[in-house]
């Protein structure tokens, strides 16, 4: 588990340059076993949901403005308090400066930045499986407003913006 938590940052460097790389695609939807989404004409889907060793991870990209999110689903019974604590210890050992978790809704939410780059985490737990769903780039608008768009099938892991 301290594995996955260790590779959030070069999971936040991949993604910030999958966002650079992406191709405009048209409108898709994306569905998995957690959530659906509709991806605007703006947003790609750089590589498809990778499923492994009781983790899920999907990654979208903003082609327009850069920005990305990712959501990671992991088959844990660890709380979203523990995640985002665990989360940010890991982020401020590997040089990230991320606010303390704080409680809003039933999830735990921080913010982070390394040099210019920043983003905001969400991570929920229905005492099965945890989630984290990030969002990152110079302008987090865009990121919040894709996921206004997210259908989860539990509420309980993803944020409601």
Same mark, same amino acid.
């Given at each position: 588990m301290v594995q996955f938590f260790g590779r959030i940052s070069l999971t936040l460097a991949a993604v910030a340059l999958a966002a650079s790389?992406?191709?405009?695609?048209?409108?898709?939807? $994306?569905?998995?076993?957690?959530?659906?989404?509709?991806?605007?004409?703006?947003?790609?889907?750089?590589?498809? $949901?990778?499923?492994a060793q009781g983790s899920l991870v999907a990654l979208?990209?903003?082609?327009?403005? !850069?920005?990305?999110?990712?959501?990671?689903?992991? +088959?844990?019974?660890?709380?979203?308090?523990?995640?985002? +604590?665990?989360?940010?210890a890991n982020m401020k050992s590997g040089g990230m400066s991320p606010s303390d978790p704080v409680e809003k809704d039933g999830l735990y939410e921080t913010s982070f930045s390394q040099g210019p780059g920043k983003g905001m985490s969400w991570f929920g737990s229905? !005492?099965?499986?945890?989630?984290?769903?990030?969002?990152?780039?110079?302008?987090?608008?865009? !990121?919040?407003?894709?996921?206004?768009?997210?259908?989860p099938v539990d509420a309980s892991l993803f944020p409601k913006l």
């Amino acid at each position: 588990m301290v594995q996955f938590f260790g590779r959030i940052s070069l999971t936040l460097a991949a993604v910030a340059l999958a966002a650079s790389l992406a191709v405009p695609a048209q409108a898709a939807e $994306v569905k998995t076993k957690y959530f659906s989404i509709d991806l605007p004409a703006d947003w790609t889907q750089p590589q498809p $949901v990778q499923e492994a060793q009781g983790s899920l991870v999907a990654l979208f990209a903003n082609s327009k403005d !850069g920005s990305a999110v990712t959501i990671t689903v992991v +088959a844990n019974p660890m709380s979203a308090k523990d995640a985002a +604590a665990q989360t940010v210890a890991n982020m401020k050992s590997g040089g990230m400066s991320p606010s303390d978790p704080v409680e809003k809704d039933g999830l735990y939410e921080t913010s982070f930045s390394q040099g210019p780059g920043k983003g905001m985490s969400w991570f929920g737990s229905n !005492g099965k499986e945890f989630a984290v769903t990030t969002v990152l780039g110079s302008s987090l608008d865009s !990121g919040r407003a894709l996921l206004k768009g997210l259908k989860p099938v539990d509420a309980s892991l993803f944020p409601k913006l």
